[in-house]
């Protein structure tokens, strides 16, 4: 009789174990130091881990849901145009991309910091795309150190993936559940050839070893680990490597399930680096006498002097009679040798090959210098350690300017912080768009009109802020016209209060940077209502005048026309007077002639 299997219950498991793989996933990515934030295909944010939290100052509640570009705001540092969107360009081309060099990261609250980041496509089981992962890092003291030092290498990668060591995740019965990016690239395989399988019959069995065997199969039952275990084998497609492998238990308690996270770290070049070593050991005392600009120096297993080249000499003031025999501690400063400095380089470099740092070094005559020293430690050909090689350089000029640096960026963060406030504080209204015409910058009495806080302005355009579109388009219009030309452009506008139709009066100028390119746009407004309204006073009262002075002309020709009438006659008649004073009758017609004259004037 045949048993009957129920397809939901097939379909259940199937969704548990991807609902499994998924979690555990998010415990991976929430544990690495990197930033990480996941989208869907719109580009909405679906997850985001503690480092990327931190980092953009959005919490995961906040930041789900929300468009990446809001939560991540990337500029280029050079141009200050706006970075591609990591999704599209994922998207576009449906594969893991690095994104701009030089980026920075425009955190919540308005500081920024320079971040490395690279982004991929998310495929589900059938491998179809359904979102897309964003990873970055904070690189911002690293970014400073390479601008103060001249010939320090700029960044050229950013991170890929979640990290960089290949990675496995095996089941109990060490079968491949996943593997990370980086392990198709070392190894150059691809998804089919290793999903579902047995780690030991990957590749062409480079993983089937006895003693590996044991310790996988003791990771999950008694709940061990292991740390660089080697293995170098021949590999089908790369050839012989030599890599370490590193093991942990991971326990999901709700699932009740067990997996095994295997970490691959590729030092074949370590390795051939150490062999090599060895092989120029005898040639090396001979050699280092006369390198420039490094002071190389061997030590014994105890840290005893045995060799000073001439730089040494040069730099320390040391002869080589004066320092061979003498513990190499003599270099050190009094506060490190009470640390104990000089015999933690030994046992760093003795435990992992490798001891490097940067700190203040003596002189013979108690003068002090910056440098860099680099501790190895030397292995003859039988493999034997026999002692240690220091090699420092100089590096006093790179330190002063990195002091100077910090200095400056202390001394611009404090003058920025006094402009910040007296900004703030204007009743004018004063903004900054980038070169995509969005808002970077407002102050708090444009913030108080629109009645918004700085996070709903900042990276809106006019548009998006719920201005009309015609209004809209005419202001994107005027700020694109200074980036084209280069010139202020200056109008004005009206704008509707609670209290009615204010009148503004608007200026946008370019902000352009040293190398004479437009960085951005600042932009000040100013409300002239009433200086509008006293102008259009001042020019009534202009026109009254005018007015007043026309009727005084007219009123003044009118009275000079009536004035001179009766003014002839009365002359007239004084002259006749005088003609005739022997004939009283022709007086007095005279005389009433000129009364009547008289009357009719007054």
Same mark, same amino acid.
């Given at each position: ?77 050079? +141009?200050?145009? =706006? &970075?591609? !969107?990591? $999704? ?10 690095? /994104?701009? #060099? ?79 990016? +980086?392990?198709? =690239? &070392?190894? !150059?395989? $691809? ?10 019959? /990957?590749? #062409? ?398």
């Amino acid at each position: 009789m045949n048993e009957h299997i129920d397809p939901s219950q097939h379909d259940a498991k199937s969704l548990n174990e991807l609902r499994a793989q998924c979690d555990w996933f998010r415990v991976a990515l929430s544990s690495i130091g990197d930033a990480v934030i996941a989208t869907d295909t719109l580009g909405r944010i679906t997850f985001s881990n503690p480092a990327a939290q931190l980092l953009t100052g959005w919490t995961e509640d906040e930041a789900e849901g929300m468009p990446l570009q809001e939560v991540y705001h990337i500029v280029n540092e050079g +141009s200050r145009q =706006r &970075a591609v !969107d990591p $999704v599209e360009k994922v998207l576009r081309g449906d594969t893991v991309v690095s /994104l701009a #060099n030089h980026t920075l990261l425009a955190r919540r609250g308005g500081n920024e910091i320079s971040i490395a980041d690279s982004a991929a496509p998310i495929r589900n089981a059938a491998g179809e795309t359904t979102g897309v992962i964003v990873v970055f890092r904070d690189v911002t003291e690293q970014r400073r150190a390479d601008i103060v030092a001249e010939d320090a290498k700029r960044y050229a990668e950013s991170i890929v993936n979640t990290v960089r060591q290949p990675l496995l995740i095996l089941d109990g019965d060490l079968r491949v559940k996943t593997a990370s990016r +980086s392990f198709y =690239r &070392a190894f !150059d395989v $691809v998804p089919e050839e290793t999903e579902n399988r047995s780690i030991y019959n /990957l590749g #062409n069995g480079q993983w089937d070893i006895p003693e590996l065997r044991n310790l996988l199969t003791e990771i999950l039952p008694q709940n061990t680990s292991f740390d660089d275990f080697e293995v170098e084998h021949d590999f089908a497609s790369i050839g012989r490597r030599c890599m370490l492998l590193n093991a942990r238990r991971m326990y999901r308690k709700q699932e009740q399930t067990e997996l095994i996270l295997l970490a691959i770290e590729d030092v074949t070049e370590q390795r051939r680096a150490e062999r090599e070593r060895c092989e120029i050991e005898t040639r090396f005392t001979s050699l280092v006498k006369n390198i420039k600009d490094h002071s190389i120096l061997t030590l014994d297993c105890s840290g005893l002097i045995t060799s000073w080249n001439r730089e040494a000499e040069k730099i320390f003031g040391f002869s080589a009679g004066e320092a061979i025999g003498q513990h190499f501690s003599i270099i050190f400063t009094a506060e490190d040798l009470q640390q104990g400095v000089p015999q933690d380089e030994l046992d760093i470099a003795r435990e992992v090959g490798r001891a490097e740092d940067e700190r203040w070094h003596r002189r013979k005559d108690g003068g002090l210098f910056w440098a860099l020293g680099i501790v190895t430690p030397t292995i003859d050909a039988d493999g034997t350690h026999t002692g240690y090689s220091k090699i420092l350089r100089d590096m006093t000029d790179r330190k002063r300017a990195e002091e100077e640096f910090h200095r400056f960026a202390v001394e611009s963060d404090r003058q920025r912080r006094v402009y910040e406030t007296a900004l703030s504080n204007t009743e004018d209204f004063l903004y900054v768009f980038d070169l995509d015409g969005r808002f970077t910058f407002v102050n708090r009495a444009l913030l108080a009109l629109w009645k918004k806080d700085l996070s709903q302005v900042v990276g809106k355009t006019f548009s998006e802020l719920g201005y009309p579109p015609e209004s809209a388009a005419g202001l994107q219009r005027q700020i694109q016209q200074v980036i084209d030309t280069k010139q202020s452009v200056k109008d004005e506008s009206p704008y509707t209060k609670d209290d009615g139709e204010r009148q503004y009066e608007y200026i946008l100028v370019p902000v352009t940077g040293a190398d004479g390119r437009v960085e951005a746009v600042a932009g000040s407004t100013r409300d002239v209502t009433e200086r509008k309204e006293l102008e259009d006073s001042l020019r009534q009262l202009a026109a009254d005048l005018s007015e007043a002075d026309r009727r005084k002309t007219e009123f003044l020709a009118t009275l000079g026309h009536e004035l001179r009438n009766p003014l002839a006659p009365i002359r007239t008649g004084l002259e006749v007077m005088k003609l005739v004073l022997d004939d009283p009758v022709q007086i007095e017609a005279t005389r009433r002639l000129m009364e009547t004259q008289v009357q009719q004037m007054v």
